[in-house]
C-alpha cells in the first residue's frame, strides 16, 4: 500500500498503480499470473478505474471488476476477486481500492441556497434543505448520535471512553510509517480539540486523504505450485463476509451501523471456525471515536453492552487482550474511502507474516480485517497464518 | 419556541411544511406510510414494505409526545447552516424514530439522553413570493 496522506502531484491512476505493481513485486508474480482484477474506488466510480490501472501496469485482456460500496468498496473490490477464485474461475487475482479526496473536509450535508421559490421536491417533498434543521446529515454528527444511542442504551459509556478510543489509536499511529498522522495527543488535547459532532471532536474524527492498496489472491492449488518462500508468506483467507443493512424500525432515520456488522461477524466467525477470543489483533472501522466503541460489541470483542468497560480495561491498546487498530485506525493511518477496506486486509497480514516492524503484534496468528459504509455496507475478512 | 409562535406558524394562510410527511393546521403533527401488514412506518413512499415486502400501506398520525434516545451537538456545518445546535433521534410515544432538532435549549449541552419531549413546529424561512417555510422538532417538556 502507499502511504496514506495528501498526494496533489499525483492522481489516483498512479496511486493505485503504484500499489498494484508492489503487491505483485511483494507475491514474486506478475500481471501475467492474473486472471482477474477487482478494482475499488467510490467517488470515481463512474471512469473505469480498474481499465485505466490496467493502461499502467499491463492489458491482459482479463475481467475487470469496478466496484463501488460507500466505505466498504474496497472489501468488496477483495471479495470480488475472492469469489472470482472460489467459482473456479480464476487462480490468482489483483484487488485494489483507491481514493484521492484531497482535502474535500466535511463529506455530506447540504450547502444552503438561498431562498427563491419554495417547491417541494425529492422524496420527501422538501422545499429546502433539511440538513441542519431536520437533525444531521454529516458524518460527524450521525455517527456521533450512533455512539450516543449507545450511550442511552448501556451504561459506562461516555465521552471518555469515546475520547479514549481516539487517544489509543493516535498513539498506536506513531510506529505506523504508513500513517497519515504519526502524533500521540494526550487525552486532555483531544477532548479540548474544536467540538465537530459533540461528542465527536477534531481528533476523534478521521481525515479525508489520498492513498492506494492493493493485495495479490491465489487458490490453494496455484498456491502449492508457487516457490516455498511464497507459500510460507501467503495467509490463509477464512472468512470472506459482505452484508447489507436489514431493516430495523429506526433505519430510516438513522443509517443502522450495528446490524449488519453484527450479522457479517456471526458469518465470518462460522466460516472460519474462530471466536473473537481467538483474534490476535483487529482493524476495525474507526471512522469516528463513536463508531470504533460501539463496534467492539457489535463484532463480539466484549460482553454485550460492555464497550465502555472495555476499552477503560486498556483491552483494545497494543498490549492489550484484543489489539484493536494497532496501524493507527482510521482516524490516524487514514480514510481515503476506496482504499480503506484493502489497507486493513494489508495490516492484518503484514502481521501473520510477523513483518510489521515496530508495530508487530509478535505471535500474531489470526486476524480480522471490518469496514462498514452508510447505506449501508459491511465487509469482514478473517485471515490466518499460514501453516506452511 | 412558544405555543402561540407555533400557532401562528402553523396557521398562516401562505406557507409551505418543510417536508411533505408534515402537516400543518390547527393540530399540527407528522403522518407516515404504514404497512397495512406489519405495521412498519415510512416517512417516503414505498412500493414495497422494507420490513416484510407487502405493498399496502395507510397514512398514519405520528405521535407528538417523544424521549431523547440519541443526539448530537453540532458545532461544523456546511455553509449558512447556523452552528452550534441539536440534532437528535427522538422516539415517539407510538414507537415511531423521528430525525429532527431538539429546540428550545438556551445551552445544548443541556440535551440528556431519555428527557422528555414534544413535538413543535416554527417558520423557518420564507421565499420570494413571501411564502413561509414551516419546520419541526422537538422541544423539551
Redo the contacts between chains.
Sequence with gaps: MTRFGRYPELDSVDLAATACMDAMVDGGVTIHDMDVLGAGTLFQAGVGMGQRVQKQIGQTGIPVFNVANACATGATALRTVYLSIKAGEAQMGLAFGVEQMGKMGLLRGGEKDEATIFEPAGRYGAVAPVDGILGTETMPGVFAQAGMEYAYNNAGVGFKQFARVAYKNHLHSTLNPLAQYQKQFSMDEIMGSPVQSYPNTLLMCCPTGDGAAAVVMVSGERLRSMPSEAQKRAVKISASVLTSDPWVESGQVQPDVNTLTRNAAAQAYEAAGVGPEDLDLVELHDCFATAELIHYDNLGLCERGGAGDFIDSGAPFRDGRTPVNVSGGLISKGHPIGATGVANVYEVTTHLRGEAGDRQIEGAKVGLAHVIGLGSACGIHILEKSAA | MSNESAREASGASNC??????LKLGEDPHLVANQCVDCG??????RNAC??CGKAEFVQTRVANDAVL?????????????????V???V?TGD???????VLGLTD??AAK??MDLRFSVYN??????G?E?V???YAVV
Design positions: 409551505l411544511p418543510i417536508v411533505d410527511y412498519a412506518r415510512y416517512f417516503d413512499r422494507a420490513k434516545k440519541a443526539f448530537s451537538v453540532v458545532h461544523r456545518a456546511a455553509p449558512g447552516v447556523p452552528v452550534p445546535y440534532s437528535a433521534i422516539e414507537g415511531t424514530s423521528v430525525r429532527a432538532n445544548p449541552m439522553l431519555g423557518c424561512g420564507s421565499d420570494d413570493n411564502t417555510c419546520a419541526f422538532g
